[in-house]
């Protein structure tokens, strides 16, 4: 069985996994990128508009970023042990935004849960076991000192 701060990294990985993935959209050709958000969930055709393929960019940069502060939390959870709560939350809070705005647009099913499962399921178990980075760093200590 995996002790709590296994747990942790395994959560703080499984979200720089499902942010950090985004990245991708950076570099998709436009037509690619449209496809497959309307396999995701789009109701109608996607224009061909600059600003919109912008903001794709921007928003999958954005997102690349902050999978790469929860795979750098991951490698290292004692060292990034200050911004591991902010990450927790912000995923709570991310999910929060997500339910909201999905039941509003009552959107479908699929995609929307994998969406929140994506915030939910990593953020609440990063608060759970975020004191396990100390417990783990004295336990440690303690079988040092022994």
Do not use: C
Not at 22 to 37: C, D, K
Not at 42 to 62: E, F, T, V
């Amino acid at each position: 069985m995996l002790s709590p701060y296994n747990l942790l990294r395994l959560l703080l990985l499984g979200a720089g996994l499902g942010w950090g993935l985004t990245v991708i959209g950076a570099v998709l050709p436009w037509e690619f990128a449209v496809e497959h958000l309307q396999k995701f969930g789009g109701s109608g055709p996607i224009p061909d508009d600059k600003m919109l393929n912008y903001w794709l960019r921007m928003a999958s940069g954005a997102f690349g970023i902050i999978g790469l502060l929860f795979l750098l939390a991951a490698k290292n959870p004692q060292k990034y042990a200050n911004i591991i709560p902010i990450l927790g939350f912000a995923s709570v809070f991310e999910g929060i935004i997500l339910l909201f705005y999905g039941i509003m647009f009552d959107l479908r099913f699929f995609p929307f849960v994998v969406d929140l499962s994506i915030a939910f399921v990593p953020g609440i178990g990063i608060l759970m076991f975020k004191n396990s980075i100390h417990q783990s760093v004295n336990s440690t200590t303690n079988e040092l000192a022994d």
